[in-house]
């Protein structure tokens, strides 16, 4: 079973940055989708970004234009730059590796990290 680590969160002012980290166990990495949650209170957990295998990606809404998914392969690693970023961000991010995907969406594995907490306020 792949185990995630997600790290880099934090509380940052609006308009702030993060760089948000994923590390991932799995032999199969390489070739895998990987995705970006994000779940606030009260609220169901909803899709942020994914990215293929191929490095195509695809952002929700209200992610386009402020967030970028990558990947690295040879760290197992998947990474979410977050730029002016606003007090609606504010959740818990998690990483999925190995979902599958079609257009816009991204259906999950279902193997999670503990996600990283993202507080936007001044």
């Known amino acids: 079973q792949v185990q995630l680590v997600e790290s880099g969160g934090g509380l940052v002012p609006p308009g702030g940055s993060l760089r948000l980290s994923c590390a991932a166990s799995?032999?199969?990495?390489?070739?895998?989708?990987l995705g970006w949650f994000r779940q606030a209170p009260g609220k169901q957990r909803e899709l942020v970004a994914y990215?293929?295998?191929?490095?195509?990606?695809n952002y929700a809404d209200s992610a386009k234009g402020r967030f970028t998914i990558s990947r690295d392969n040879a760290k197992k690693t998947v990474y979410l730059q977050m730029n002016s970023l606003k007090p609606e961000d504010t959740a818990v991010y998690y990483c999925?590796?190995?979902?599958?995907?079609?257009?816009?969406?991204?259906?999950?594995?279902?193997?999670w990290g503990q996600g990283t907490q993202v507080t936007v306020s001044s």
């Open positions: 999925n590796v190995g979902g599958a995907y079609s257009g816009s969406n991204y259906y999950p594995a279902n193997s």
């Open positions: 799995g032999p199969f990495f390489t070739i895998e989708p």
């Open positions: 990215i293929t295998a191929g490095a195509n990606t």
